[in-house]
């Protein structure tokens, strides 16, 4: 069974800080890492995808990398602001066809003013 | 284009009640999905569909019914509510594709089983 393990499991920084967050994954068997962004009380949205052909994904300030060999995948934000706090989810997609997304828990992070 | 909708946003029901969780998308997506996410827990899935007239379980499908008739609304059935479904359910869809499978999140619906 595939399990997704997020670290750190919550993150404070100062504004304009790079960081980076980590996501592993036991079964490197994937087909997709899906990076996702979760304000409190509400819905999740997309960040980043790399299907498991590709070794990253850039979005403006946002980069996410992936090792299928290692079972591991990092976000790096860069420049950080505090309208960046909110939770980071990582999923990973094991299937092409009818599986779901296994989710890690999360990292929930603050940045400072 | 609104993506992927859910209602009720909110809901109280009392053990034993029924309700149906509401859910549809306007992208055309072949693949929907159910997710409960609970403190400690993480996101589970607890019914998907392929397509109108196919479904199958998650990972946490007891107490859970679904039904597809058309390629937009995949609804969530609670038949006798149990306080153990107080939890945030999220509604999903994508293509059904390999490789081809972003995944497109509504934006909740928060309930709580008395």
């Known amino acids: 069974k595939q399990e997704v393990t997020q670290i750190p499991a919550a993150l404070s920084v100062p504004e304009g800080e790079n960081l980076v967050l980590n996501c592993s994954f036991t079964?490197?068997?994937?087909?997709?890492l899906q990076w996702f962004r979760q304000d409190p009380g509400k819905g999740l949205t997309s960040l980043l995808l790399?299907?498991?052909?590709?070794r990253e994904q850039t979005s403006g300030r946002l980069n996410a990398s992936l090792d299928k060999s290692s079972g591991r995948s990092t976000l790096y934000i860069a420049a950080s602001q505090p309208g960046d706090s909110a939770t980071y989810l990582c999923?990973?997609?094991?299937?092409?066809?009818?599986?779901?997304?296994?989710f890690g828990k999360g990292t929930h992070l603050i940045i400072q003013p | 284009n609104a993506g992927v909708t859910q209602t009720p946003k909110f809901q109280v029901l009392k053990t034993g009640q029924s309700m149906t969780l509401q859910c549809a998308q306007d992208?055309?997506?072949?693949?929907m999905s159910w997710y409960r996410q609970d403190p400690g827990m993480g996101l589970r899935l607890i019914h998907y569909?392929?397509?109108?007239?196919?479904?199958d379980q998650g990972e946490v499908p007891n107490g859970y019914n679904v039904s597809r008739s058309t390629t937009e609304d995949f609804p969530l059935r609670l038949l006798s509510a149990a306080p153990s479904q107080t939890s945030v359910y999220f509604c999903?869809?994508?293509?059904?594709?390999?490789?081809?499978?972003?995944?497109?999140f509504g934006p909740g619906t928060r309930l709580t089983v008395l």
């Open positions: 999903a869809s994508r293509r059904y594709a390999m490789g081809i499978n972003e995944q497109f």
């Open positions: 079964d490197s068997a994937i087909y997709n």
């Open positions: 790399i299907q498991s052909s590709q």
């Open positions: 999923a990973v997609g094991s299937g092409g066809g009818a599986d779901g997304l296994t």
């Open positions: 992208m055309n997506h072949e693949y």
């Open positions: 569909s392929v397509g109108a007239g196919i479904t």
